[in-house]
């Protein structure tokens, strides 16, 4: 068991450190893990909404129905520009790109004039009217709008650095390297662009899979730095006309970036917290009717009743019509609006109600990570697969509602995934390499007891290993001896391949007959058996069950006789007899793989194997085909076991009593049997008395019996009688039979 762990600590720590590796490279895949994670979040708890001066104004599809198809004149959007000055809008800005001249515009409009007279006439009157596009610039100039620019990272778009409307200043190191670089862009017709208070970045940079989470709040085109569209918006509505870029090692800075880089923008009055990469996590509150006001509306004659919704607000002007929506993903949505992000952005701005991943945030990931997988990895191979899951339920339920919490309190992104699943893939590879090794070791002590256990046994012990103890171990267990009588007679009137077909014959059978009941085969001794019960398994009837496997032993003998002589008549050989004698008896031992570094076997050594050696050897003695020696017949109470006599074998200075078993619990039950067995109990104790008229009379008596294994006894005990007459025992005689011969 030692020797497996080291493999499965080893092949835990290895998944782990590569785990960590992985969240350290953090591909996509771990990335798209996490951002879903904080998705479920967003939908689970949108953004609370607090009432701020904010609103779309979109170009929907009532504005479209009522003033024509877009793009409208340019002289239009100078209206609505004039209009929402008139209103007192704090700032206009629009999500709208103009750059290419107004079609629509009178100067356009020459190129498809005739040259004729009546053209000419009418050019002439086009001249003199005022072009769209300066339209649009002076509405522009005189109201506080801020200018689009759609930035890209291909090389299509003017490369040309924009003109900066903000200031910049910088709180501790220049973040310029961190802040996402664009080799092009397509901007306003230059007059627009010069009109405007502000200038604003309208792109976006999604995740990879498409969903917008982040808005860039600094962009870089060239040595320009470009604000978003959102954060240029606030800038020209607070009339402010520096941004503020603080960095992570500013002193005195927020500590929220991811590392290094920028920690916040500060605008005007108001702080929002960033990324390493200046851009700000988004919050989305999802659609929000209070929040848009259509384009209708102002163009139409009622347009002076809407200051309430415009006055002392920030414009975001856009659209939202079919054929001209931006459609952006979102984590609430597939399909949202670009201008509404641009509005989501402005509200968590203003509100001061933002999402931020701390700078911690990574490193407590991985220590996270590295703490349950360790978890897992120290307690698997000590408190199993199935409490390590539970347990492992628990810390990842833990982890989950940690970073949920700290969501919902604190605003805080935790990734709750990649630790958890980490650690699954810790508890996987350790969890199937502890399998597989198991399952080697039970294919290994498979392998091993197959020879010597029942098919059953070895996977009881497949399963329970451990209950092996190599090396050996003292147990009390029931040994087995059993030998084909006359074998050396035998042998000498058969070739070695009938030797062998014959032992085999014999062998196979009687094996079946011990493995039946459990037995576990130690060794075949050429003609002879050795077999013990109790090991290496627990059997608390392992005397009985050695009992009752030796009792089977006598019947298959007794059923394969008949088919053997007839196999030997069909071979024309001299039919061979074979007769059994079996040693049975209980104590303890010490069992287990014993033998040398370069050869063992699971086996069994002690007093007790000795003494049922003897006791195999003794049946000869005494003419039956079973002994027991009294340790077995006293823990097989129920058996037909008949005590023959009290022995001092060679080698043990105590005296055994030793029985003949005729049959099991049904033959003990019957009352022949029971008087059979008080007659011999009366014939042996007159003879252990010495009294040898009596003795001789009972055991001549017990000759004539139908019982075929007392009968075999009682010349035995005649054969001595006689002898005693002759030479009467010691005095001190104790009825105690002493073996001259092992």
Same mark, same amino acid.
């Given at each position: 068991?030692?020797?497996?762990?080291?493999?499965?600590?080893?092949?835990?720590?290895? !998944?782990?450190?590569?785990?960590?590796?992985?969240?350290?490279?953090?591909?996509?895949?771990?990335?798209?893990?996490?951002?879903?994670?904080?998705?479920? =979040?967003?939908?689970?708890?949108?953004?609370? =909404?607090?009432?701020?001066?904010?609103?779309?104004?979109?170009?929907?599809?009532?504005?479209?129905?009522?003033?024509?198809?877009?793009?409208?004149?340019?002289?239009?959007?100078?209206?609505?520009?004039?209009?929402?000055?008139?209103?007192?809008?704090?700032?206009?800005?629009?999500?709208?790109?103009?750059?290419?001249?107004?079609?629509?515009?009178?100067?356009?409009?020459?190129?498809?004039?005739?040259?004729?007279?009546?053209?000419?006439?009418?050019?002439?009157?086009?001249?003199?009217?005022?072009?769209?596009?300066?339209?649009?610039?002076?509405?522009?100039?005189?109201?506080?709008?801020?200018?689009?620019?759609?930035?890209?990272?291909?090389?299509?778009?003017?490369?040309?650095?924009?003109?900066?409307?903000?200031?910049?200043?910088?709180?501790?190191?220049?973040?310029?390297?961190?802040?996402?670089?664009?080799?092009?862009?397509?901007?306003?017709?230059?007059?627009?662009?010069?009109?405007?208070?502000?200038?604003?970045?309208?792109?976006?940079?999604?995740?990879?899979?498409?969903?917008?989470?982040?808005?860039?709040?600094?962009?870089?085109?060239?040595?320009?730095?470009?604000?978003?569209?959102?954060?240029?918006?606030?800038?020209?509505?607070?009339? !402010?006309?520096?941004?503020?870029?603080?960095?992570?090692?500013?002193?005195?800075?927020?500590?929220?970036?991811?590392?290094?880089?920028?920690?916040?923008?500060?605008?005007?009055?108001?702080?929002?917290?960033?990324?390493?990469?200046?851009?700000?996590?988004?919050?989305?509150?999802?659609?929000?009717?209070?929040?848009?006001?259509?384009?209708?509306?102002?163009?139409?004659?009622?347009?002076?009743?809407?200051?309430?919704?415009?006055?002392?607000?920030?414009?975001?002007?856009?659209?939202?019509?079919?054929?001209?929506?931006?459609?952006?993903?979102?984590?609430?949505?597939?399909?949202?609006?670009?201008?509404?992000?641009?509005?989501?952005?402005?509200?968590?701005?203003?509100?001061?109600?933002?999402?931020?991943?701390?700078?911690?945030?990574?490193?407590?990931?991985?220590?996270?990570?590295?703490?349950?997988?360790?978890?897992?990895?120290?307690?698997?191979?000590?408190?199993?697969?199935?409490?390590?899951?539970?347990?492992?339920?628990?810390?990842?339920?833990?982890?989950?509602?940690?970073?949920?919490?700290?969501?919902?309190?604190?605003?805080?992104?935790?990734?709750?995934?990649?630790?958890?699943?980490?650690?699954?893939?810790?508890?996987?590879?350790?969890?199937?390499?502890?399998?597989?090794?198991?399952?080697?070791?039970?294919?290994?002590?498979?392998?091993?007891?197959?020879?010597?256990?029942?098919?059953?046994?070895?996977?009881?012990?497949?399963?329970?290993?451990?209950?092996?103890?190599?090396?050996?171990?003292?147990?009390?267990?029931?040994?087995?001896?059993?030998?084909?009588?006359?074998?050396?007679?035998?042998?000498?009137?058969?070739?070695?391949?009938?030797?062998?077909?014959?032992?085999?014959?014999?062998?196979?059978?009687?094996?079946?007959?011990?493995?039946?009941?459990?037995?576990?085969?130690?060794?075949?001794?050429?003609?002879?058996?050795?077999?013990?019960?109790?090991?290496?398994?627990?059997?608390?009837?392992?005397?009985?069950?050695?009992?009752?496997?030796?009792?089977?032993?006598?019947?298959?003998?007794?059923?394969?006789?008949?088919?053997?002589?007839?196999?030997?008549?069909?071979?024309?050989?001299?039919?061979?007899?074979?007769?059994?004698?079996?040693?049975?008896?209980?104590?303890?031992?010490?069992?287990?793989?014993?033998?040398?570094?370069?050869?063992?076997?699971?086996?069994?050594?002690?007093?007790?194997?000795?003494?049922?050696?003897?006791?195999?050897?003794?049946?000869?003695?005494?003419?039956?085909?079973?002994?027991?020696?009294?340790?077995?017949?006293?823990?097989?109470?129920?058996?037909?076991?008949?005590?023959?006599?009290?022995?001092?074998?060679?080698?043990?200075?105590?005296?055994?009593?030793?029985?003949?078993?005729?049959?099991?619990?049904?033959?003990?039950?019957?009352?022949?049997?029971?008087?059979?067995?008080?007659?011999?109990?009366?014939?042996?104790?007159?003879?252990?008395?010495?009294?040898?008229?009596?003795?001789?009379?009972?055991?001549?008596?017990?000759?004539?019996?139908?019982?075929?294994?007392?009968?075999?006894?009682?010349?035995?005990?005649?054969?001595?009688?006689?002898?005693?007459?002759?030479?009467?025992?010691?005095?001190?005689?104790?009825?105690?039979?002493?073996?001259?011969?092992?």
């Amino acid at each position: 068991m030692r020797r497996r762990r080291w493999p499965v600590l080893a092949s835990g720590l290895i !998944a782990l450190a590569a785990m960590v590796c992985l969240r350290v490279l953090d591909p996509a895949p771990i990335q798209a893990l996490r951002l879903r994670a904080f998705d479920l =979040y967003q939908r689970t708890e949108p953004r609370p =909404y607090r009432p701020v001066p904010v609103t779309v104004l979109d170009i929907d599809e009532a504005a479209l129905a009522a003033e024509g198809q877009w793009p409208w004149p340019r002289s239009t959007v100078a209206l609505m520009v004039e209009r929402l000055r008139a209103l007192d809008a704090a700032a206009i800005a629009f999500d709208i790109l103009f750059s290419e001249p107004d079609r629509t515009s009178p100067r356009q409009l020459l190129r498809d004039l005739p040259d004729t007279p009546e053209g000419a006439a009418l050019a002439e009157r086009l001249r003199a009217l005022p072009d769209h596009d300066e339209q649009l610039a002076a509405a522009m100039a005189s109201a506080p709008t801020v200018a689009a620019v759609a930035l890209f990272h291909g090389a299509e778009g003017n490369p040309e650095s924009p003109p900066q409307k903000a200031g910049f200043a910088f709180a501790g190191s220049d973040p310029a390297g961190f802040l996402p670089r664009y080799r092009g862009a397509l901007r306003d017709l230059p007059p627009i662009e010069r009109a405007a208070s502000g200038l604003g970045s309208i792109t976006f940079d999604p995740d990879f899979d498409g969903v917008v989470r982040r808005l860039p709040l600094l962009q870089v085109l060239g040595t320009a730095i470009l604000p978003s569209l959102s954060v240029e918006a606030l800038r020209v509505a607070q009339g !402010a006309s520096t941004l503020i870029a603080r960095s992570a090692d500013a002193s005195g800075a927020l500590g929220l970036a991811e590392s290094g880089g920028l920690s916040a923008i500060k605008v005007g009055r108001f702080v929002v917290p960033t990324t390493a990469e200046g851009a700000l996590w988004l919050w989305y509150h999802g659609p929000l009717e209070g929040r848009r006001l259509s384009a209708a509306g102002l163009l139409g004659d009622g347009w002076a009743d809407l200051r309430p919704a415009v006055e002392g607000r920030i414009l975001l002007v856009g659209t939202s019509a079919q054929g001209l929506r931006d459609q952006r993903a979102t984590p609430l949505s597939g399909s949202v609006a670009g201008v509404e992000i641009h509005a989501e952005a402005l509200e968590q701005m203003l509100a001061g109600t933002f999402l931020t991943r701390p700078d911690w945030a990574e490193g407590a990931e991985i220590v996270a990570l590295v703490l349950l997988g360790l978890l897992f990895v120290l307690l698997l191979p000590l408190a199993g697969a199935l409490w390590c899951a539970l347990l492992g339920v628990l810390a990842v339920g833990a982890g989950l509602a940690a970073s949920w919490l700290a969501f919902s309190r604190a605003h805080f992104l935790l990734d709750p995934v990649y630790p958890a699943l980490a650690a699954f893939v810790v508890y996987l590879t350790v969890t199937t390499l502890r399998y597989a090794l198991s399952e080697r070791e039970r294919d290994r002590v498979r392998g091993a007891f197959s020879r010597y256990l029942a098919p059953a046994l070895v996977e009881r012990l497949a399963e329970r290993p451990q209950a092996l103890k190599l090396g050996g171990e003292s147990r009390e267990i029931t040994v087995l001896f059993a030998d084909i009588r006359g074998f050396t007679t035998l042998s000498e009137r058969l070739t070695p391949e009938e030797l062998t077909a014959c032992l085999n014959r014999f062998l196979t059978p009687m094996t079946d007959a011990l493995l039946a009941e459990g037995a576990t085969i130690d060794k075949y001794i050429g003609d002879a058996i050795m077999a013990f019960w109790n090991a290496p398994l627990d059997q608390p009837d392992h005397p009985r069950r050695a009992l009752r496997g030796a009792l089977a032993m006598r019947r298959r003998l007794a059923e394969l006789a008949p088919r053997w002589a007839e196999e030997d008549a069909a071979a024309g050989r001299e039919p061979i007899e074979i007769r059994i004698g079996i040693g049975l008896n209980s104590g303890p031992c010490v069992v287990g793989n014993l033998g040398s570094e370069q050869r063992f076997d699971y086996s069994a050594l002690g007093d007790t194997v000795n003494l049922t050696s003897r006791l195999e050897g003794m049946s000869k003695v005494y003419r039956v085909d079973i002994l027991v020696g009294e340790d077995t017949a006293l823990q097989a109470a129920g058996f037909a076991l008949v005590e023959l006599d009290r022995v001092r074998v060679v080698g043990r200075a105590h005296p055994v009593a030793v029985f003949a078993a005729l049959g099991d619990e049904s033959l003990a039950a019957d009352p022949d049997f029971q008087a059979l067995k008080a007659r011999h109990e009366a014939a042996l104790a007159a003879y252990r008395a010495g009294a040898w008229d009596e003795a001789e009379a009972a055991f001549g008596a017990l000759r004539d019996t139908t019982d075929p294994l007392l009968r075999s006894v009682c010349p035995v005990f005649l054969e001595r009688i006689a002898a005693f007459r002759g030479a009467p025992p010691a005095a001190d005689w104790d009825g105690v039979f002493r073996a001259e011969h092992k």
